[in-house]
């Protein structure tokens, strides 16, 4: 087994100011632990309680982006190629300048869910905050519901939420497979 410097990684957190960090299989009962644990972080901070409730809101809204689009991948059957690493995922949750909170995800996409994510994120981060909030209503009026229950309103929550634009990336990883990465700030 090779050996693993925790301590550079101990002090890249640390200079990175890296509240939480995960990678593995993301689970509900996962999920519910990290907000449970960012919630008490929260409380035991002296921060106002309306950048806590938007920070917490954007939180959910990218883990639950990324838990929704990795059962997606895992039940499409396309998993085989990744092998066990198909409901494996990584989000860290920091501070960056002036105090802001950032959070990123990565998750394994599909390429053929790849290029429809990438114009709906720019497309959301095109609009000002009132169209923003013109579409997210209109998305809520949608009929329409996605596979998962859901009007598709995650990422243009997080945009609004956040009052940001979105950054990510995709890494290609195989002829069928990128791995997606997602960064939201809050200010």
Same mark, same amino acid.
């Given at each position: 087994? %090779?050996?693993? &410097? *925790?301590?550079?990684?101990?002090?890249?957190m @640390?200079? @990175?100011?890296?509240?939480l960090?995960f990678?593995? !299989?993301?689970? $509900?009962?996962?999920?519910s #632990?990290?907000?449970?644990?960012?919630?008490?972080?929260?409380?035991?901070e002296?921060?106002?309680?309306?950048?806590?409730?938007?920070?917490?809101?954007?939180?959910?809204?990218?883990?639950?982006?990324?838990?929704?689009?990795? =059962?997606?991948?895992? @039940?499409?059957?396309?998993?085989? @190629?990744?092998?066990?690493? +198909?409901?494996?995922?990584?989000?860290m949750?920091?501070?960056?300048?002036a105090?802001?909170?950032l959070?990123?995800?990565?998750?394994?996409?599909?390429?053929? &869910?790849?290029e429809?994510? $990438? =114009? $709906?994120?720019?497309?959301? &981060?095109?609009?000002?905050?009132?169209?923003?909030? +013109?579409?997210?209503?209109? /998305?809520?009026? %949608?009929?329409? *519901?996605?596979?998962?229950?859901?009007?598709?309103?995650?990422?243009? !929550?997080? %945009? /609004? $939420?956040?009052? &940001?634009?979105?950054e990510?990336?995709?890494?290609?990883?195989? =002829?069928?497979? #990128?791995?997606?990465?997602?960064?939201?700030?809050i200010?």
């Open positions: 087994m %090779a050996k693993i &410097n *925790l301590y550079n990684t101990y002090l890249n @640390e200079k @990175e100011d890296i509240i960090s990678k593995g !299989d993301i689970t $509900k009962d996962l999920l #632990s990290v907000y449970q644990i960012v919630e008490a972080r929260m409380e035991s002296n921060e106002d309680q309306k950048r806590k409730k938007k920070f917490y809101h954007v939180l959910v809204e990218c883990l639950q982006n990324m838990y929704h689009h990795m =059962e997606s991948l895992q @039940e499409s059957g396309a998993k085989g @190629e990744l092998h066990d690493q +198909a409901g494996s995922a990584i989000f949750v920091g501070r960056g300048e105090g802001c909170y959070i990123y995800t990565g998750n394994f996409i599909l390429h053929e &869910n790849a429809q994510l $990438k =114009e $709906k994120i720019d497309k959301i &981060n095109g609009m000002n905050p009132v169209e923003l909030k +013109a579409y997210y209503l209109e /998305r809520l009026g %949608a009929s329409e *519901l996605s596979e998962k229950g859901g009007a598709g309103l995650g990422i243009i !929550d997080i %945009a /609004r $939420k956040s009052g &940001n634009k979105i990510y990336d995709f890494q290609t990883i195989s =002829e069928t497979f #990128s791995f997606f990465t997602l960064s939201a700030k200010n």
